[in-house]
């Protein structure tokens, strides 16, 4: 299963992730959630905001969790939320599970690793003293106006 939504995610969407994964066969199921933190390049954050090519977004999440089970031999969910999120508030939730503790860590990994490089989800870090995306490398921190 995977999720793209602009709710806020919560320990109900972390409960229901590792519903969807355990399984009687499952040894261990392991959780991730990311949550904005209030610093970032030696910069205060206020708040981030995730923007999303939702019908890309999707059809790639779903094929990271399709990798993940055949190489982890493993059930994974993805969520991941998009809009504007204060610092605090958890902009992902990754479950997985499997027979043994290092494939459903290594699984867990695997998925959150690859939305951060394949999945387009863009995240703009909106600071006291100015803001920028995340994904562009080359552009510097622009000012508050």
């Known amino acids: 299963m995977v999720a793209i939504i602009e709710d806020a995610l919560s320990l109900q969407h972390l409960n229901q992730a590792m519903q969807q994964v355990q399984h009687s066969a499952a040894g261990a199921v392991v959780t991730f959630h ?11 954050i206020e708040y981030l ?12 999440m779903s094929r990271i969790i399709d990798e993940a089970r055949e190489k982890f031999d493993a059930q994974c969910v993805a969520i991941h939320r998009v809009g504007k999120l204060k610092v605090g508030e958890t902009s992902v939730i990754v479950a997985a599970s499997s027979a043994h503790r290092a494939q459903a860590f290594d699984a867990c990994r695997y998925v959150m690793d ?6 387009p989800i863009w995240k703009k870090e909106v600071a006291v003293d100015g803001h920028w995306w995340v994904e562009d490398p080359m552009s510097a921190p622009a000012s508050k106006s």
Do not use: C
């Open 34 to 44: 990311g949550t904005v933190r209030n610093s970032s390049q030696g910069h205060s």
């Open 49 to 60: 905001e995730y923007e999303a090519y939702l019908p890309m977004a999707q059809r790639e």
């Open 114 to 119: 690859s939305i951060k490089k394949t999945v």
